[in-house]
């Protein structure tokens, strides 16, 4: 480059930025009278921040990857619907957007006003509390925003949070961020008493004693997940008092992720562990408008809990994401006044939904057995989770890499042959417990009809295989 006062040639640079085992390098190539000339500066720190540490790689990258690749593959892995969302719903989403120009604008940093009176009042209801819109409601970014906004409000460093696995996986990175350490107890299955072909979730239990000896005076959070993603058990009033014991027992808060509530099948109940008595005062409880009303894209979540502790989270949000989308809250809150006034009705969307999705799950139980999986019967929620083992013990030696679960070598197995994605479980459990479950794989099952008969057409030719 000339220098037009001077007509001497000056020099540039170019600054790139290199990772080597973890040490952040700048490498600024410097270019003078058309010569290079490199200078390396190594930084002496780490550049990401030490709570990151162990988060970084994320497993679901690969297979969701793996589903674009394969075109011609089911795709019933990643847990959304790809049926439409209620005509109310969008219809109201279509009067936010074309109506009151003032909705596109910021609204309270804490909720839409008219989305946190009627979360107030619905849940007060059910909760047993009266609930004030102001100071015991806080609408999130999702569910996802709402977990975050939580942990980072209460675990401190060195805090302990016990998980119990399987469990939603963005718990122990959250943890970690946080800079708090999971400590995990596993739900683990007992042999059916009735000798039934269809294994049920409601065998999947945890043994008290060693849940009681995960507690110490570090433990400040339990995180429960009722229906449980990714096993869809439905935590009974017993075991929830068991839990709610322990919590008060040691002074530990509960952050009870309850996104599938009104996704229960069968006769089973979902019952919140802040309607217990002693349990309000300690619990978070979180809800999500995607799961609730079949819009995961909308994004609008919330958490409900005593101001003491609220407080701590509106700290947060006020100072990270701020606000959540206008419209979307409008929405969302036209939905549940409607809902509010059918409630228990037959033409309530919250009866509708999961009579359509018992009948999904249904088909998918009886569609996998037809080729030797074993399904778990899920109580509640999207998914529906199965024994592989018949098939571990006829291919034991699926390519893969060096001490890879098993559950992992399969479904990439089955993708790339058989046309069907799933999600192995063991990205639900902690490391060291991962070989314990890797015989079990996720699929699932809230599919529009045409998308479960596909996976009939794979599953048909699979089974005409197996006759060869």
């Given at each position: 480059?000339?220098?037009?006062?001077?007509?001497?040639?000056?020099?540039?640079?170019?600054?790139?930025?290199?990772?080597?085992?973890?040490?952040?390098?700048?490498?600024?190539?410097?270019?003078?009278?058309?010569?290079?000339?490199?200078?390396?500066?190594?930084?002496?720190?780490?550049?990401?921040?030490?709570?990151?540490?162990?988060?970084?790689?994320?497993?679901?990258?690969?297979?969701?990857?793996?589903?674009?690749?394969?075109?011609?593959?089911?795709?019933?892995?990643?847990?959304?619907?790809?049926?439409?969302?209620?005509?109310?719903?969008?219809?109201?989403?279509?009067?936010?957007?074309?109506?009151?120009?003032?909705?596109?604008?910021?609204?309270?940093?804490?909720?839409?006003?008219?989305?946190?009176?009627?979360?107030?009042?619905?849940?007060?209801?059910?909760?047993?509390?009266?609930?004030?819109?102001?100071?015991?409601?806080?609408?999130?970014?999702?569910?996802?925003?709402?977990?975050?906004?939580?942990?980072?409000?209460?675990?401190?460093?060195?805090?302990?949070?016990?998980?119990?696995?399987?469990?939603?996986?963005?718990?122990?990175?959250?943890?970690?961020?946080?800079?708090?350490?999971?400590?995990?107890?596993?739900?683990?299955?007992?042999?059916?008493?009735?000798?039934?072909?269809?294994?049920?979730?409601?065998?999947?239990?945890?043994?008290?004693?060693?849940?009681?000896?995960?507690?110490?005076?570090?433990?400040?959070?339990?995180?429960?997940?009722?229906?449980?993603?990714?096993?869809?058990?439905?935590?009974?009033?017993?075991?929830?008092?068991?839990?709610?014991?322990?919590?008060?027992?040691?002074?530990?808060?509960?952050?009870?992720?309850?996104?599938?509530?009104w996704l229960i099948y069968d006769t089973h109940q979902?019952?919140?562990?802040?309607?217990?008595?002693?349990?309000?005062?300690?619990?978070?409880?979180?809800?999500?408008?995607?799961?609730?009303?079949?819009?995961?894209?909308?994004?609008?979540?919330?958490?409900?809990?005593?101001?003491?502790?609220?407080?701590?989270?509106?700290?947060?949000?006020?100072?990270?994401?701020?606000?959540?989308?206008?419209?979307?809250?409008?929405?969302?809150?036209?939905?549940?006044?409607?809902?509010?006034?059918?409630?228990?009705?037959?033409?309530?969307?919250?009866?509708?939904?999961?009579?359509?999705?018992?009948?999904?799950?249904?088909?998918?139980?009886?569609?996998?057995?037809?080729?030797?999986?074993?399904?778990?019967?899920?109580?509640?929620?999207?998914?529906?989770?199965?024994?592989?083992?018949?098939?571990?013990?006829?291919?034991?030696?699926?390519?893969?890499?060096?001490?890879?679960?098993?559950?992992?070598?399969?479904?990439?197995?089955?993708?790339?042959?058989?046309?069907?994605?799933a999600i192995p479980v063991s990205f639900f459990y902690?490391?060291?417990?991962?070989?314990?479950?890797?015989?079990?794989?996720?699929?699932?099952?809230?599919?529009?009809?045409?998308?479960?008969?596909?996976?009939?057409?794979?599953?048909?030719?699979?089974?005409?295989?197996?006759?060869?």
């Open positions: 480059m000339t220098d037009q006062g001077s007509g001497k040639k000056r020099g540039f640079a170019f600054v790139t930025f290199e990772d080597h085992d973890s040490v952040d390098k700048i490498v600024i190539q410097k270019y003078h009278a058309g010569n290079r000339h490199n200078c390396e500066l190594t930084m002496a720190r780490l550049l990401q921040a030490r709570r990151l540490e162990g988060t970084e790689h994320n497993p679901w990258v690969e297979y969701v990857n793996l589903a674009n690749e394969y075109k011609d593959a089911v795709n019933l892995g990643q847990g959304f619907p790809n049926f439409p969302p209620p005509d109310f719903a969008l219809e109201a989403f279509q009067q936010a957007v074309s109506g009151d120009h003032m909705l596109n604008q910021y609204t309270s940093a804490f909720g839409h006003p008219p989305l946190t009176k009627v979360l107030a009042s619905f849940f007060g209801k059910l909760l047993g509390q009266e609930l004030d819109p102001l100071t015991n409601v806080l609408v999130t970014v999702g569910a996802y925003g709402a977990l975050f906004t939580a942990f980072q409000a209460l675990v401190d460093e060195g805090d302990e949070v016990i998980i119990i696995e399987p469990f939603f996986d963005c718990y122990e990175p959250m943890t970690h961020m946080a800079g708090g350490h999971p400590v995990f107890v596993s739900l683990r299955p007992s042999p059916s008493q009735d000798h039934q072909d269809l294994d049920s979730c409601s065998n999947w239990q945890l043994d008290a004693t060693e849940l009681a000896s995960k507690f110490t005076p570090r433990t400040k959070a339990l995180v429960l997940n009722t229906p449980n993603n990714p096993l869809g058990k439905v935590f009974c009033k017993a075991e929830l008092e068991l839990v709610a014991s322990l919590c008060q027992q040691h002074d530990v808060l509960c952050i009870s992720d309850e996104v599938y509530q979902h019952v919140s562990i802040a309607s217990l008595p002693g349990m309000w005062e300690r619990t978070l409880t979180i809800g999500s408008a995607g799961k609730t009303f079949s819009v995961t894209g909308w994004k609008v979540g919330w958490v409900l809990g005593p101001d003491n502790i609220m407080k701590h989270l509106r700290t947060v949000h006020q100072n990270s994401v701020y606000h959540c989308p206008t419209q979307a809250q409008v929405a969302v809150a036209q939905c549940f006044e409607r809902e509010q006034l059918l409630f228990g009705q037959p033409s309530s969307y919250f009866v509708q939904l999961p009579q359509a999705m018992q009948r999904c799950r249904n088909h998918m139980i009886h569609s996998l057995q037809s080729v030797g999986f074993k399904p778990v019967a899920s109580q509640g929620g999207y998914f529906l989770t199965v024994d592989i083992s018949n098939f571990k013990s006829k291919m034991p030696d699926l390519p893969g890499a060096a001490h890879e679960p098993y559950d992992r070598c399969f479904v990439k197995w089955m993708i790339k042959n058989k046309g069907l994605v902690s490391g060291p417990h991962q070989k314990d479950f890797d015989h079990y794989i996720r699929f699932c099952f809230v599919k529009e009809e045409a998308t479960l008969r596909a996976m009939d057409e794979k599953l048909q030719k699979w089974k005409a295989k197996l006759k060869l």
